[in-house]
């Protein structure tokens, strides 16, 4: 991991792991029995966890679809 980040910037699990830990929550979520009722929500740790307003703001969101297909030189309608 190449980011720089004082203890105080973070709290919780430190930003950067293995891949092999950064899989781990990808692999329960496609393995585990019974989240299927949870299809859709965040997931971090293994754990079902919340995002935060600025993560769930539609205008934000828009934005970002909006500058990244600009970026990339696609146009959707």
């Known amino acids: 991991c190449t980011q ?3 203890a105080q910037s973070w709290s919780g ?4 792991s293995t891949a092999r830990e950064g899989a781990q929550t990808s692999l329960h ?3 585990a ?10 997931f971090s740790d293994c754990k079902r966890t ?3 307003p600025r993560a769930r703001n539609n205008k934000t969101a828009e934005r970002l679809w909006n500058v990244s297909c600009e970026l990339l030189g ?3 309608q």
């Open 50 to 52: 919340w995002v935060s």
């Open 4 to 6: 720089v980040l004082s």
């Open 13 to 16: 699990t430190p930003p950067c």
């Open 29 to 31: 979520c496609a393995l």
């Open 33 to 42: 029995e019974g989240l299927e009722p949870l299809s859709g929500k965040y």
């Open 74 to 76: 696609i146009r959707w």
